[in-house]
C-alpha cells in the first residue's frame, strides 16, 4: 500500500523550525570556538595577527561557515520571531528580542544586496573564480556582525517557547490557597 503524503501541522512545522535553530546555534557555537583558538594562537598578545594574509582568509572561512549554517534557519527566521507567545515574553528577553529583530532586517537588507551584486557580475563569474569569491567574501564578511547576534541571542526564541509551554493555561483554574472541605470531616477546631 502507498504511502499518503501528510502535510505537518501548523505545530509540527514550527518544531522542525526551532529544531533548525537550534542546529544552527550549535554549528556557530564550534565555529566561533575554531576561530576563537585559531585566533588566539595566530596574534601577539596587543591581537595583531602574526599573518595579515592567512588571518584574513581564516576570518572569511568563520563569516562563510556562519553564513551556511544561518541559511537553514535564514527563511524561517521571521515565522519564529512572529510565533513568540507575547504571554511568555518576560521583560529581560526584550532588548535580545530587538537584537535578534534588528539582526535580522540587516540580514534581509544585506541579502538583498547580494542579489545586486549577483547581477553586477561579469557572466562568467562563477564560485571558484577570484570575482565572485572575492564578492562572496565581503558579503559574508558584512553579514557576519548580524550573524553573530543571532548565534549569541537566538537560544532565547526556544526559551520563549519553553515558557509559554510551562505557563498555565489562560483557562485553567486558578490554583486555590484555602484547603478544600472533605465531605464528612469536621473541622480540627474544639467546639
Known sequence: MPL?????????????????????????????????????????????????DAYGRRAAQRDA?????????REQAHQLLAALPARA??????????????ALARLDALH?????????????ARPGTEVFDDALAAHH???WSSLDDWATHGHIIRGIHAAARNAPSALAPAPTTTAASVPGRHSPARR
Open 141 to 143: 564578511a558584512e553579514a
Open 65 to 73: 561557515g556562519t553564513a551556511d549554517a544561518f541559511e537553514a534557519v
Open 112 to 124: 538583498d544586496e547580494w542579489l545586486q551584486t549577483l547581477d553586477g557580475l561579469p557572466s562568467d
Open 89 to 102: 515574553v518576560q521583560n529581560r528577553w526584550v532588548w535580545q528580542l530587538g537584537t535578534l529583530r534588528d
Open 4 to 52: 499518503i503524503p501528510t502535510t505537518p501541522a501548523p505545530n509540527e512545522i514550527h518544531l522542525l523550525r526551532l529544531d533548525q535553530l537550534d542546529a544552527f546555534l550549535r554549528e556557530s557555537e564550534l565555529i566561533l570556538a575554531a576561530w576563537n583558538i585559531y585566533s588566539d594562537e595566530h596574534t601577539d598578545l596587543d591581537g595583531w595577527p602574526y599573518d595579515d
